[in-house]
């Protein structure tokens, strides 16, 4: 039993204007204000129209319609315009440059409304074009053996979006994952030296520090391996799951030794 | 020449899209252009005769389709149409860049009254309009313009076989006073606008 | 009955299939099938007449196709159907060489992730590409950039002219899908490329 329900909704909204969807714009309610009441459009009583599309706005505001934005600028538009009638009119004979606002928004009214109307004659057009049926391409495949590839027209937008359409398909393909630029070995043995060099010992974390991808972390640890076994460095841990730290070691008689250090 | 008009009956059959003079100058090089032209007249005679057929002059060519008081019968062929329907915002934001072409995105939210970017994305992207150049202008905005596709979806031979404002009086339930009517640079609805010299053509 | 015949020969005119008797029983439910096998003959009658077109039975039904003698001019058609148009495909190469120029076959192949080198050929002979040097790597492949006719053709001063991806993406309103529009390496629009150390310019 939803009728009731509905009843009472529509009592809700009843003494206004519409349903809310029906409007695109600020225009269209404006328009929609003015038919409705049979109004003049050239002679528009401004403190009525302002009144009942400020009460139609409160209630897009109540209803969180996301489109108010676009209608509150026509509201300040019309309180400007009242408040313009409400003040003393400037000497007609002095004849400024700026344009009446009633006037301003009378024209664009006006505008709009052509517009409408010139949409609804394309509409017709566009009836009586879609009762015009064509022939289906199938039967000219029948005729030319194959079915000629589809094209489109060579223009500024075309190409643009073409090339969008292609970047979009490279970012969709699997990326080929190309073995990043790898620090060999040798070098990340003097850099970590030359770092050691500033300090006797350091964390064992603190040594991974310069370094943000996967691959250099790798080449990191197996320096450091590569280093403990040059008896390069002691690693030290206090206990299990301590901190640990690596110690610069002297170079030791009999290691073997690293042809990548130069002070040799 | 009877056989000239076949050549031309057949082509215009078989185009998927409308076929122009000069398409059909080129196609048919050897014939002289004044042939060709009382060849199509012919042709035209000929598809007055009663049939299920008319020859139609649209998009800037010849095209021939079926009558349009037999479409319900040519409608149950399928089961629907396939052409989707444009809504009212998408209808009247075309109407606007088909009577002001080229015009920017702000200036046809100005006439409109609200923004209308994500209409102009479904238009573009239907092939009804497309991008005609910049506007020199800060920022440099896209002026849009309609397309042959356009045409062709209304049954226009070309932007000047748009309905006239004058027709328009009957729809808006009141008439343009002078002054208002008038082809004022703001508010024009005729055709004044294409190609001023304040646009950068693309072609 | 002169209507139900133009009822049928618009029907047989739109069908993407050659209609049946049967079909068209069905679809003029109301008629009798002698009114109807008399229509059709009436039509067969019609179709006698000189002209391009003709009414042919096939697969059990009624199609409208061109004549045989005019197959050469209409398979001409789609052959000239090519000057003002490109396939999707020569499209997407353009687009590529107009902003990653100077760009090999292969680079092409990689943005697009198809093989292009067919389209090339098309492309040169339409002048809108050219070859602009050769790359010094391995194969020293071709390197393809834009022409003066396709700067014309497109209404553009020079290259740097093209809009932007993010202009696009503003105007259209549509998002990109996030990467794509920043300066990467693999997605730059910038025309940095161009007169790279990396080029051997010809002559």
């Known amino acids: 039993m939803a009728e009731p329900r509905q009843l009472e909704f529509e009592s809700i909204i009843g003494d206004l204007p519409v349903h809310l969807q029906n409007f695109d714009g600020p225009l269209d309610l404006l328009l929609h204000l003015i038919k409705k009441q049979e109004l003049d459009i050239y002679d528009i009583p401004i403190a009525l129209i302002t009144r009942q599309y400020l009460e139609y706005l409160e209630l897009m505001t109540e209803l969180n319609l996301d489109t108010v934005g676009d209608f509150l600028v026509m509201a300040a538009t019309l309180i400007h315009i009242k408040s313009r009638t409400l003040l003393p009119r400037p000497d007609p004979a002095q004849d400024d440059a700026e344009e009446d606002p009633r006037e301003a928004l009378i024209r664009r009214l006006l505008e709009h409304q052509k517009f409408k109307a010139a949409a609804e004659l394309l509409h017709e057009k566009e009836i009586a074009r879609s009762a015009q049926w064509q022939r289906p391409d199938t039967v000219v495949n029948d005729v030319v053996g194959s079915a000629p590839e589809p094209e489109v027209e060579v223009d500024l937008f075309s190409l643009m979006a073409a090339f969008r359409q292609v970047l979009e398909r490279a970012k969709q393909r699997p990326k080929v994952m190309l073995p990043p630029e790898q620090i060999p070995i040798e070098t990340r043995i003097t850099q970590l030296l030359e770092r050691l060099s500033e300090t006797d010992a350091c964390g064992f974390e603190d040594l991974f520090e310069d370094v943000q991808t996967r691959s250099g972390m790798v080449v990191t640890f197996l320096a450091l391996l590569e280093m403990i076994r040059l008896k390069l460095i002691r690693v030290f841990q206090q206990a299990s799951f301590g901190a640990i730290r690596v110690y610069k070691r002297a170079q030791v008689d009999g290691a073997p030794t690293f042809q990548g250090m130069t002070h040799e | ?203």
Do not use: C
């Open chain 2, 1 to 203: 020449m009877s056989e000239l008009k076949s050549i031309i009956e057949a082509l215009i059959f078989a185009s998927p899209e409308p076929v122009t003079m000069k398409a059909l100058m080129k196609l048919l090089e050897s014939e002289p252009k004044e042939e060709i032209e009382s060849a199509i007249a012919a042709l035209k005679q000929d598809y007055e005769r009663p049939g299920g057929l008319q020859l139609v002059e649209v998009a800037g060519g010849y095209q021939i389709v079926t009558k349009q008081e037999f479409h319900e019968w040519v409608r149950r062929l399928f089961h629907e149409r396939t052409t989707q329907k444009l809504s009212v915002a998408a209808l009247e934001t075309l109407a606007v860049i088909a009577y002001r072409q080229p015009v920017t995105s702000p200036e046809i939210a100005d006439v409109r009254g609200v923004n209308t970017a994500g209409v102009l994305g479904t238009l573009v992207d239907r092939k009804l309009i497309k991008i005609v150049g910049r506007k020199a202008v800060v920022g440099r905005p896209f002026m849009y313009g309609t397309t042959r596709e356009f045409l062709e979806r209304f049954g226009l031979n070309d932007i000047t076989d748009l309905p006239k404002v004058e027709d328009m009086s009957e729809l808006l339930g009141f008439d343009l006073p002078a002054g208002v009517a008038e082809p004022a640079p703001q508010t024009a609805l005729p055709f004044d606008a294409l190609g001023g010299d304040e646009t950068e053509p693309i072609h």
